[in-house]
């Protein structure tokens, strides 16, 4: 059921149900998180492994002091910066936090997302809500209720509609690692954006040396259809019948299949189009999907950090 009552959806998440909520990132599919049967039916309806942790999200900061044991002052600069926002913060968990919400590890991942509807649903809440991103494991985060409707609709109790997402990419995720601020997930946060407000330089971190941070498994947010990054437009292309993203090709725009993300140099505008066109592009059943690699500026590396794991085959062993 899809619709736009804030008091629904609050009584569903009391009720342990499922509710899509949408947030400036991505819909989250959301469970009240004190509530172990609640968050089971999360990775249930998803497909998703328990290993891969989720994030608690909150309508303000005090709630949030109950569920960490240690707040860092870098962290809280950034929470005092960005919050309501698209920034998520590992920080040390409380006893309140169940092993099944962040997988049994010493941290928990924390947010407070900055949507209307879903703001004032969780100021409603004397819990936060366990959600990750409304999407099957491994596909494309749902940037509008249609999206999870189609995807996930038998298996969520409501959905709360709250158009479409402003920033379309999910939160950058960030934590300290030998006393550095660690970036975990590029995110609708620059890096640059981060450093400025601490005054430090961070790092990306380097998940290959922990591998139970699954956050970054490379095949997330793919769609069904292959997905060739590419940075020159190809004369060959204008033949055949792939489906275009781009941003500056000329030649593309005469293309049936083909969607231009922005004109200019407007990543935050293309970023928030880009998982709406795989999305579209993908129900076409084209051969392939051909996207224009994004220059390494703004939010450019989040992009194609995106688009490398949109491009990573699923099922290569
Ligand atoms: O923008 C977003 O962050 C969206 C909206 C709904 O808030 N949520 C989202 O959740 O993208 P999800 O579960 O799709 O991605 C969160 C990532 C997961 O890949 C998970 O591995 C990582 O965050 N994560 C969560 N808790 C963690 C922890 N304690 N340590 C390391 N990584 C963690
Ligand atoms: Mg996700």
Redesign the pocket.
């Known amino acids: 059921m899809i619709g736009s009552n804030i008091q629904t959806a609050k009584r569903f998440l009391d009720e342990g149900k499922l509710v899509a909520l949408p947030?400036e990132?991505?819909?989250?599919l959301a469970a009240k998180a004190i509530d172990a049967n609640a968050v089971r039916r999360i990775f249930e309806a998803k497909n998703r492994p328990q290993t891969?942790?989720?994030?608690l999200?909150f309508g303000e900061r005090k709630l949030v002091n109950f569920y960490v044991s240690a707040f860092p002052l870098r962290l809280k600069q950034l929470a005092d910066a960005f919050w309501p926002g698209?920034l998520?913060l590992?920080l040390p968990k409380s006893d309140q936090v169940i092993d099944i919400v962040?997988a049994g590890?010493d941290?928990?991942?924390v947010?407070i997302?900055n949507h209307p509807m879903t703001l004032q649903v969780l100021k409603e809440l004397n819990y936060p809500v366990a959600?990750?991103?409304a999407n099957p494991f491994g596909y494309i985060?749902p940037t509008q209720a249609s999206h999870v409707d189609e995807q996930l609709g038998d298996r969520v109790n409501y959905i709360l509609d709250g158009g479409n997402c402003e920033n379309g990419i999910?939160?950058t995720?960030v934590g300290i690692r030998n006393n550095q601020i660690n970036i975990?997930?590029l995110?609708a946060i620059t890096a640059d954006e981060i450093s400025n407000v601490t005054g430090e330089v961070v790092s990306l971190h380097n998940s290959s040396s922990d591998p139970l941070?699954?956050?970054m498994l490379p095949y997330h947010y793919a769609p069904r259809t292959p997905i060739m990054i590419e940075e020159e437009w190809k004369e060959r292309w204008s033949e055949t019948h792939l489906g275009i993203i781009h941003h500056s090709w000329a030649k593309a725009d005469e293309m049936k299949h083909s969607i231009r993300l922005s004109t200019g140099n407007r990543w935050k505008s293309a970023g928030s189009r880009l998982y709406q066109s795989m999305y579209d592009l993908d129900q076409k059943k084209l051969e392939g999907i051909i996207i224009q690699r994004f220059p390494n500026e703004g939010l450019g590396p989040t992009l194609n950090d995106r688009l490398k794991r949109a491009a990573t085959p699923k099922h290569n062993g």
């Not at 891969?52 to 994030?55: A, G, H, R, V």
């Open positions: 947030t990132t991505v819909y989250g891969n942790p989720l994030i999200h698209p998520t590992l962040n590890k941290e928990v991942a947010r997302p959600a990750p991103s985060s999910e939160s995720i975990f997930r995110g941070a699954p956050g």
